[in-house]
């Protein structure tokens, strides 16, 4: 179908990263006609921009991939525990050409607007270089953590050595033979990259405002006994991580901590640990709603900090105290807190001494300058609603995404918003996405979608809208949900706390991948029940 010079697709996905790739895949094999533009110079999205040293999964390899296809499961040999982001992006690529997807992506197309016509039930998104795209469908999946925060930390611009992102590494990665390199941030970017960077520099200086709790993540390769007894058990760990609340077949400690002796608490803690990742998390099954039970796993923690680092001053900086375990995404590591113990090595602390400025020559604390050739910001994300209030947005009455979000996001099930008909997001806020494993969230918010525009289209509507009060409630579920938790106790970016003036509200739905995918497919079964086909 065409308008003038235009050709009007049935969808049009925004993204091509594991959610926006595989949304092409299905929306196709749904028999729509799809169209997804990219920004960046290749496919991969978040696998494609965080290419700074030491980026790889803190999902094991074998969940964090696609289940949709048998044979692709089968075919693909992860060769390690962790993928490296260099391995994953090969998986990517590998997933585009074996399903044809390569050529319905155009790459190099940020689309930095786009309006919605009530009178031809269409949406046109424009792309930075002016380009116009139009479609029935306009699905956004452009990630949790993929629009980059970079602080406003006076002075910053007037540095004059490298200045590098961790979400924005170059490639070829540059050289830091022989270089002083500060990194500012201690999140999980911060936290893969420092005993590489590390390694590779004349010295390196931390600079952290907040620890974070790490577990070593034991990588390891996967030997030929354990590729074949994940291929023979594999229809089995997939169905069970679909009914999961993380996305995966972890099971807590049979009991809550509190009723373990002193002991048994003890060994449990000790295997997570040895098990390795980020599962320590959820050793016990209480540790994310008893803050007693969450305080065993944090003091255990904090004595493994103390055993590994042997300054003691850097060793008290280097452990939280300010949330409960976990209710922070976990860290996972290989090496952090040992490298700390090198001494080309130094944390500043910047609780005790904050940043001043930047100046030319490096980064000036109130006790002084540490003086740098590189630096390196690791500074997250405006996480979950940034890669769409960044976009213009207008719906048909003129409303944009970014003053309805005003006081906090607001979506019926994190797939659409009120106001903003024929507009999907996939893992937006709302759904389970960052606290389960986002590819198994994005298949099945996909899938679900799919059967939403097959319905439309089945009843003859042009237009799919969420009723404004099935949003609220929804959104006030999700609250609620995490009110029930210790989620809410962290500054984390799960509730926008990363972020200056950004309203805080609890994002992610915490109920879990299980229990969302069945509430999905009883409003699916109840007819759609809180969207308007007209
Ligand atoms: O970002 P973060 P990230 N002055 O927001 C600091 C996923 N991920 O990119 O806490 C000084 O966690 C900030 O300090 P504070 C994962 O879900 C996964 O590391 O605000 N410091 C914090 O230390 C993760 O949670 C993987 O006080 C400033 C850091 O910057 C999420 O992405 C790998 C500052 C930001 O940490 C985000 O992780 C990487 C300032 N003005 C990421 N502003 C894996 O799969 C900010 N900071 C392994």
Redesign the pocket.
């Known amino acids: 179908m065409t308008t003038g010079a235009h050709r009007v697709r049935d969808v049009l996905v925004v993204g091509a990263g594991f959610a926006g790739l595989y949304a092409v895949h299905a929306f196709r094999e749904a028999g729509l006609d799809v169209g997804c533009l990219e920004a960046g110079a290749a496919i991969g999205g978040t696998w494609f921009f ?1 290419r700074y040293p030491g ?5 094991e390899s074998i969940d964090y991939s696609y289940s949709f296809d048998d044979d692709l499961q089968n075919d693909w040999v992860w060769s390690e525990r ?1 993928a490296t982001q260099p391995e994953i992006l090969a998986y990517i690529d590998h997933v585009a050409d074996r399903f044809g997807l390569r050529q319905h992506v155009q790459l190099e197309k940020r689309v930095t607007a786009a309006h919605f016509d009530e009178r031809t039930s269409r949406w046109t998104a424009r792309t930075e270089d002016g380009d116009e795209h139009i479609a029935r469908y306009l699905v956004f999946a452009t990630g949790s ?1 993929s629009a980059p ?1 970079k ?3 006076p002075g910053a611009d007037s540095f004059a050595g490298e200045t590098l992102f ?2 924005r590494w170059p490639e070829p990665g540059p050289s830091l033979e022989g270089k002083r390199v500060g990194i ?9 990259s420092v005993p590489i960077l590390a390694e590779q520099a004349r010295s390196l200086t931390v ?4 620890p ?1 709790y790490s577990v070593p993540a034991l990588n390891r390769k996967l030997t030929d006994e354990e590729q074949r007894r994940i291929r023979a058990e594999y229809p089995e760990r997939r169905r069970k991580s679909r009914l999961s609340g993380g996305g995966s077949t972890h099971e807590p400690y049979p009991k809550p901590a509190q009723e373990c002796t002193p002991e048994e608490r003890e060994a449990a803690l000790e295997s997570g640990w040895r098990s390795g990742g980020v599962l320590f998390g959820k050793t016990f099954p209480d540790q994310f709603t008893d803050l007693a039970s969450n305080d065993f796993a944090r003091e255990f923690a904090a004595r493994k900090i103390r055993e590994i680092v042997q300054d003691p001053r850097t060793a008290e900086d280097l452990i939280p105290t300010d949330h409960p375990i976990g209710t ?2 976990i ?2 590591d290989s090496g952090y807190f040992e490298t700390f113990n090198r001494d080309e090595v130094s944390l500043v602390n ?1 609780r005790r001494d904050p ?1 001043v400025r930047i100046t030319a020559a490096g980064v000036e604390t109130s006790a002084g300058c540490h003086e740098l050739d590189v630096l390196v ?5 405006d ?1 979950m609603t940034g890669a769409l209030t960044r976009v213009d947005i207008t719906g048909p009455l003129g409303d944009r995404i970014r003053d309805a979000w005003a006081e906090g996001p607001v979506t019926y099930l994190g797939v659409q918003i009120p106001g903003f008909p024929n507009l999907f997001t996939v893992n937006g806020p709302g759904s389970p996405s ?1 606290l389960a494993n986002m590819v198994l969230t994005a298949e099945q918010q996909v899938d679900w979608l799919a059967g939403l525009i097959r319905h439309a289209d089945d009843t003859g509507a042009a237009q799919v809208e969420v009723r404004r009060d099935a949003a609220i409630k929804w959104t006030e579920h999700v609250q609620q949900a995490a009110d029930a938790t210790l989620f809410p106790r962290a ?1 984390s ?1 799960y509730l926008g ?2 972020i200056e003036g950004k309203p805080r509200r609890f994002m992610p739905y915490v109920a879990g991948l299980g229990a969302y995918r069945r509430r999905c497919d009883a409003i699916r079964d109840d007819g759609y029940e809180g969207f308007v086909f007209t």
């Open positions: 965080n980026a790889r999964c803190d999902v962790y953590l925060n602080p406003d930390i961790t979400a500012i941030g201690t999140g999980s970017s911060a936290i893969q600079f952290q405002r907040t974070n922070k995404r860290c996972t910047l940043i910001y690791a500074t997250g994300f996480a960052v500054n970016w706390a990363n």
